[in-house]
């Protein structure tokens, strides 16, 4: 089992960065493909961005290409998601996931993080 707790939400200016972390406990967190979800209010929870176990293989929404990235450190038991050029459209709750497999999925995921919130202003 894992748990991950989410960090690194709050308010920024359109056109800004921030820095979501994922720490996960529990079991290695290089036995998991990890990812970034998103729900904004009134939306459907959407893919972000996922990573391979040993981070060899990532994949990203269209919608964030070029902008946001993910990376994880396996020594630290944590997961990253680099934002930048924020807008509001990037408005919404993010969620950490995980999944026990090296194979990169948009949907199916084990355990998720309860959540952090970014706001962004125009």
């Known amino acids: 089992q894992v748990q991950l707790v989410e960090s690194g939400g709050g308010l920024v200016q359109a056109g800004g960065s921030l820095r979501l972390s994922c720490a996960a406990s529990?079991?290695?967190?290089?036995?998991?493909?990890m990812a970034w979800f998103r729900q904004a209010p009134g939306k459907e929870r959407e893919f972000v961005a996922a990573?391979?176990?040993?981070?060899?293989?990532?994949k990203y929404a269209d919608s964030v290409k070029g902008r946001f990235t993910i990376s994880r450190d396996n020594g630290k038991n944590t997961v990253y998601l680099q934002m930048n050029s924020l807008n509001p459209e990037d408005t919404a709750v993010y969620y950490c996931?995980?999944?026990?497999?090296?194979?990169?999925?948009?949907?199916?995921?084990?355990?998720w993080g309860r959540g952090t919130q970014v706001t962004v202003s125009s």
């Open positions: 529990g079991r290695t967190a290089s036995d998991y493909t």
């Open positions: 990573m391979s176990p040993a981070g060899a293989n990532t």
């Open positions: 996931a995980a999944r026990l497999s090296g194979l990169i999925s948009i949907t199916m995921y084990e355990y």
